[in-house]
C-alpha cells in the first residue's frame, strides 16, 4: 500500500539518518541499546529511554568502513517509545514491533551494533557492540550495553536488567 512505502521510505530515510548521527553529527542522545536473551537464547534487543522518545532500532554490521556498514536487521515500534525500558526479541515478530527489515543470519566473528531512533532524528540512543560470542556469554536477565563512566569513559558493560534500567540514563 501507499502508506506502507511511505513508511518503508521514511524508515529508510531514518535509518540513513540516525547512521549520519552516529558518525559525527547532530542528532541528540537520550536513550541506552542493549541486547539481551531470552531462555532459550534468542537475542533481545532491549532499550531505555531516558527522558523523549525513540520510534525505531537498527541492527548493522559495525564496519570500520561506514561504506560497508550493512543493516542486518530493522524495527520499528508501532507506538513511540517513551521514557522507560522496552525490549523485544530480534529474530521474530513481536507484540508492538514491525520488523521493517527481518533480522539476517547472524555470522560468527561479525561485530554488530544495536542502536535506535526517531523518523525525524530528533533523538538516537546509544549504540550497543557485540559478536555472537559476547550473545552466547549473555544469561537471560543480563543486558550487554555501553556504559559511560562518571569520568566519561566508555565501557562494554554486562549487567543485571534491573541495574540497567537503574543507570542507562544516569549519565545522560
Not at 500500500?1 to 553529527?25: D, E, F, N, Y
Amino acid at each position: 500500500s501507499l502508506r506502507r512505502t511511505t513508511r518503508r521510505l521514511l524508515a529508510a530515510v531514518a535509518v540513513g539518518g540516525a547512521l549520519a548521527g552516529v558518525s559525527g553529527c547532530t542528532v541528540p542522545v537520550d536513550a541506552v541499546a542493549g541486547v539481551s536473551v531470552t531462555d532459550d537464547g534468542r537475542l533481545l534487543g532491549v532499550m531505555m529511554v531516558c527522558g523523549h522518545r525513540i520510534d525505531g532500532a537498527t541492527l548493522y554490521v559495525d564496519s570500520a568502513d561506514a561504506d560497508e556498514d550493512t543493516t542486518v536487521g530493522s524495527w520499528t515500534a508501532d507506538s513511540p517509545l517513551h521514557a522507560g525500558l522496552a525490549t523485544w526479541p530480534l529474530d521474530s515478530p513481536a507484540a508492538g514491533w514491525t520488523a521493517t527489515t527481518p533480522l539476517a543470519p547472524l555470522t560468527v566473528g561479525t561485530g554488530y551494533a544495536l542502536y535506535g531512533w526517531t523518523e525525524d532524528n530528533s533523538w538516537a540512543s546509544t549504540s550497543v557492540t557485540f559478536t555472537l560470542t559476547d550473545r552466547d556469554r549473555l544469561t537471560p536477565g543480563t543486558v550487554l550495553y555501553q556504559s559511560v563512566s562518571d569520568d566519561g569513559v566508555e565501557s562494554t558493560a554486562a549487567v543485571p536488567l534491573a541495574e540497567f534500567e537503574r543507570e542507562a540514563c544516569r549519565h545522560d
